[in-house]
């Protein structure tokens, strides 16, 4: 069997919203290609809603596939809306990840509170769904996946 | 679509004139070899054949080659048997920083188990130092084991003057040969060393199936212990087939060989131009002297080794990569990390193995789709050489 589903090939395959948008509201990267993997996501905000949004994606299979979906999750939503989407959405609406890859959508989800920040430290506003989120985390993102209730605690391999 | 197969360093397909000499020792001549009717002592005559089919590879006496379930168990067989034979005389083994899982998590266990490693550093060309290696020589040291060629990198070790370091010191001396096996001269003769591993699936033989070489007079303890097989050093019954099937691989790697190593490198050197000079921020990883002859080991920058993989593989083509996102516990390979390769240029490195089946039409079909993927990733990429790491 392939290690990833139709789903995740299809988006890493034909990614949605590849790219970078120019003059964007919000632009904000997460994960160091040291640790393995990096995103970066910019976003367009039109009165408090997500009308576009671009990743550019330096990862796994897993990794691409994530950013695609966390970027056809945010569109249309407002920025309250799109900072309570989780890692655990992202992983479902591809139909499932195998447990090692978990820590790819834990990025993608920290990509898009990247983003936001950045457009909320630029307009000066708050937001309760970004409490607590460090966009210059330092940690290991093949190291983070343990910590994370997604995995179920299956992924004791990663040290 | 076209498959194209470029992971010969992973296993290699069972010749048909390796399976055809295999198959009548399923359900014909299934005879067990230590039956004394005849159809038992047929079967132990075509063991002793393939003994000596190996044996010849080697240039070693038939009787120095023990049959094995593989290069796994032939590894751990030299390093537990060594240290078990040798334990009044010390607990310190000598080895390297790249040695395949088989040899460094053997090692692992017996430091829990009292021994001392030493794990020798390698130079930016992908070899140890023999000046380093004969420093870290103690009057504990029982063992040095240093491969004989690396399966990722494909690089020689320096086996005769590690061999003659080993003799002066009176210290066995171990190698992993498995990925040398066929690939590049072995002459045990010409040679001071008293272990190697071998594997038949690494040389178009059947998997599962090996040979540990024994110089003669060399004592260590046995490891699988039973019945009386293999002059009672490695019990259980022959995997006769497979055993079959390992002597006529070894046969035809050494009628081959001449041919075998110019095919796959040429391919492999075609190849290895191409890229480099097609493809811009593309880095060879270690020496191509005296480089096992279908081996490229190549860094794409800014673009991630199991995405390479994937895109690779959904157009029909098999490589493998030292990425951490491809292993199954993350940690990027322990033997580009051992030849200085920072990890972030790591996480885009490539393996590709040439055999001889690979056609150049096959390499050219690669040339293009490669291209095409780096291009595609890379624009996918948050990093470029424009905007750095
Ligand atoms: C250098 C080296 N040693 C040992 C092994 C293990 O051999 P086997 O697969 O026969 O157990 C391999 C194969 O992956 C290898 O490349
Ligand atoms: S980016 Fe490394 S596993 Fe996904």
Redesign the pocket.
């Known amino acids: 069997m392939a290690i990833y589903n139709e789903k995740v090939m299809d988006h890493f395959m034909n990614p949605r919203n590849m790219g970078e948008i120019e003059n964007a509201d919000g632009k904000g990267t997460y994960g160091s290609p040291v640790c393995g993997d990096m995103m970066q996501i910019t976003i367009k905000v039109e009165n408090d809603v997500i009308v576009d949004a671009k990743f550019k994606t330096f990862g796994c299979g897993s990794a691409i596939a994530s950013s695609s979906i966390a970027t056809v999750l945010m569109v249309g939503k407002t920025i309250d809306e799109a900072l309570a989407i989780t890692n655990k959405q992202i992983v479902e609406e591809l139909g499932g990840l195998p447990n090692v890859k978990i820590h790819c959508s834990v990025l993608a989800d920290n990509a898009i509170k990247a983003a936001i920040y950045d457009y909320a430290q630029k307009s000066g506003k708050t937001y309760a769904g970004l409490e607590g989120f460090d966009p210059n985390a330092e940690e290991d993102h093949h190291d983070v996946a343990c910590d994370e209730e997604a995995c179920g605690g299956s992924c004791e391999k990663i040290k | 679509m076209r498959q194209v197969y470029l992971d010969y ?3 290699t397909p069972v010749k048909k004139e390796v399976l055809d000499v295999m198959l009548p020792y399923f359900s014909e001549k299934y005879g067990n070899p230590s039956s004394l009717y005849t159809l038992g002592q047929e079967s132990k005559d075509a063991i002793t054949k393939a003994r000596g089919q190996v044996a010849s590879l080697i240039n070693a006496d038939p009787a120095e080659v023990f049959f094995t ?7 751990n067989w030299a390093l537990f048997g060594a240290v078990d034979a040798l334990k009044k005389k010390g607990n310190h083994i000598i080895t390297t920083k790249i ?5 460094l998590h053997s090692c692992e266990f017996l430091e829990k188990h009292g021994c001392d490693v030493t794990y020798l550093d390698i130079d930016c060309e992908g070899r140890v130092n023999v000046e380093d290696l004969e420093a870290a020589i103690t009057d504990k040291t029982i063992l040095i084991s240093v ?5 990722e990198i494909g690089t020689v070790q320096p086996i005769k003057e590690i061999g003659e370091i080993a003799k002066k010191h009176g210290i066995l001396f171990h190698t ?4 040398a096996l066929g690939n590049i001269p072995i002459d045990l003769k010409s040679l001071n060393v008293d272990l190697l ?1 071998m ?4 040389i178009y033989g059947p ?4 040979a540990l070489y024994v110089k003669k007079g060399v004592k260590i303890s046995n490891y699988i212990h039973g019945g009386a097989q293999e002059i009672k050093r490695r019990a259980g019954t022959e995997n006769l087939p497979g055993i079959v099937g390992f002597g006529k691989a070894a046969e035809l790697a050494k009628e081959n060989f001449d041919s075998h190593v110019k095919h796959c490198s040429d391919l492999r050197n075609y190849f290895v131009d191409k890229v480099l000079n097609n493809i811009p921020n593309t880095y060879l990883n270690a020496t191509m002297d005296g480089r096992h002859p279908g081996n490229a080991n190549i860094t794409f920058e800014f673009v991630e080794g199991e995405a390479m993989l994937l895109s690779l593989d959904m157009q029909g083509i098999s490589v493998s990569t030292g990425s951490a996102c491809s292993s199954a516990s993350l940690v990027p390979s322990h033997v580009l990390t051992a030849l200085g390769i920072p990890v972030e240029k790591i996480h885009g490195t490539l393996r590709f193995t040439f055999g001889d089946f690979t056609t150049k039409e096959d390499v050219d079909y690669t040339l293009e789709a490669l291209t095409n993927i780096v291009n595609k990733l890379r624009q996918i990429s948050p990093v470029s050489s424009e905007k750095g790491w």
């Open positions: 360093s992973a296993t379930a593989g290069g796994t168990e032939s590894d040695e395949h899982h088989a040899i491969m004989f060629l690396n399966n992993d040969g498995v990925q591993s594997s038949s699936h690494k998997k599962g199936v090996g």
